[in-house]
């Protein structure tokens, strides 16, 4: 069973930049694109930003030039470097991966357990 573990969430003060990574664990055969989402609450969760296995990147337009995605596909791990946090930032942010555990299968979403991520004013 693939696992996805997400760390670096925390307390920032607007302004202020956080990292979190998100590393995937298990069998894996191949991992195609990663993306991170944010939630709050009584909201969907959105999409903030997504890498291609071949590194092509897209980004929520509120996040562009503040955040970047980046992978490390030996490790299995994705990364969201956040600067210039705003107190809108403040989620719960979730990790997904689309993981083949083998080639006798296709690709199926993997999430994890979600980071919380709070900017103050």
């Known amino acids: 069973q693939v696992q996805l573990v997400e760390s670096g969430g925390g307390l920032v003060q607007a302004g202020g930049s956080l990292r979190l990574s998100c590393a995937a664990s298990?069998?894996?055969?191949?991992?195609?694109?990663m993306g991170w989402y944010r939630q709050t609450p009584g909201k969907q969760r959105e999409l903030v930003a997504v890498?291609?296995?071949?590194?092509?990147?897209n980004y929520a337009d509120s996040v562009k030039g503040r955040f970047t995605i980046s992978r490390d596909k030996a490790k299995n791990t994705v990364y969201l470097q956040m600067n210039s946090l705003e107190p809108e930032d403040t989620a719960v942010y979730y990790c997904n991966m689309g993981v083949r555990e083998s080639s006798w299968y296709g690709s199926r979403d993997v999430w994890g357990q979600g980071t919380q991520v709070t900017v103050s004013s």
């Open positions: 298990g069998v894996i055969f191949s991992i195609n694109a």
């Open positions: 890498i291609t296995s071949g590194g092509l990147t």
